[in-house]
């Protein structure tokens, strides 16, 4: 009784503060009930009512932009990282939305449930980015977690989509353990578990030698380290990728690494900056064999989607570069490289799913043979998205590394750089390589005409559109990006 009279006794600032995710969950119950008074054929107002829902919250988001404080008792947290990571989110979750509708008409499992495990699991996205306090980070993860479990493994009548399912549950439940374990510990050697108690805690009394707090660090290095498939626990990574659901792989290799950032950043680069010196190396080579794994690897790959799932534990690898220079610089430049890649990746993915047919996914580099003859436009798209992957100018993924790499250069991180710019070069490899075998392979097959599929065609065009202008215009992105992060996570 005590703890529901302290809930209706909260101020209305806090219900205010938590307003997007609230949209989103009546928007997850409107569409639940909603679907069972459509018809099959009126299927497709749900992916509207759906879009409008994020399009909501996307717009409250816009109102908290500026507010600071906490709330929920220290557990929530309103700043301008969070939002910024919430627009990132949002884009990603609405952009998964609007090219699912086509898809999983033709898969034929265009099912209410679908839309509505979307926007739970973004619930749980966007509360990771909010969470101020470990427990919170903890609960968050498991939203997000078990709606992407369900999703993974959605195409029930594929056995791949259920082994993704299956490898995705049983090693992110195992990885969880991993992360609750390290809230334990900390807790046990700080007395909080609220990121802003550890901090000052951290900063009052340096650690010496406190292998409780030090074996709780490695834990939730364990716990991020499977969330946003950094090596050695990325194995489930391609598997999980090429099983699921195309759109929702798409969501994965976005969404989900997306709220995984935020929160090991704000962990790390907040709560245990104080002890920096400490962790910093472990992360040090954590990056480097990340990234080189993902790059080596993915140049062997010959089906596109696990060729993404490499190419996305490469990029973890270059994010986790800007944790581990830990500065303002390297969090803003990590928020820029958030947007990027979601727009990269979810492009990619839009071009996988408009090149399959039922029965036929098209998902090996042979199957984009000669496309550049057969479609210009697809073909176009895919040089842009292409060379953004790659880190080539004048191209959003350019930018987004070229402020990574400086911001690491400046805390004397010159051989990370180094490598990482190396694991690049290896990258233009195998992302060049299907811009070859598109425009100077003759095609296996006649072309035929694609699918009239407008929604994953409008996804595409955004994708293509933002990349250029982040990469043509990044300034005043990168200028409030960083805005954002200094006084959020209150660094130098």
Known sequence: MEAIERMINLPSSSFQAIAPEIILVLGALFILVLDLFLTRERHHYLQYFSLAFIALAGWYTAQLWGDTGFHFYDMIIVDNF????????????????????PYIKREEVDLGEYYCLTLLATVGMLFMAAAADLIMIFVSLE???IGVYILAAFQRYRVASNEAGLKYLLIGSFATSFLLYGIALVYAATGHTDLDGISRFLTNNPPAGDKILYAGIAMLVVGFGFKVAAFPF????????????????????????????AAFARVFMSALHPVHDQWAPALYWLAILTMSLGNLVAVTQTNIKRLLAYSSI????????GITAGTSEAASAMVFYLAAYTLMTMGVFAVVIYLGHKGEPNLTLYDFAGLGYRYPLLGFAMVVLMMSLAGLPPTAGFMAKFYLFRAAIREDLVWLVVIAVLNSVVSVYYYLGILVRMFMNPPEEEG?????????GVTLAVSIAGIILLGIFPTPWIDAAQRSVMVALGMR
């Open 314 to 321: 490469a990029h973890a690898g270059y994010l986790l570069i």
């Open 143 to 145: 939203t997000m977690s």
């Open 234 to 261: 990325h194995l489930w990574t391609p598997d999980v990728y090429e099983g699921a659901p195309t759109s929702i792989t798409a969501f994965m290799a976005a969404g989900v690494k997306v709220a995984a950032f």
């Open 448 to 456: 035929r005409a694609l699918p009239a599929y407008v929604p994953v």
């Open 82 to 101: 969070r939002l910024s990571i919430a627009y990132t989110i949002l884009i990603a979750a609405g952009m998964t939305i609007l090219m699912s509708g």
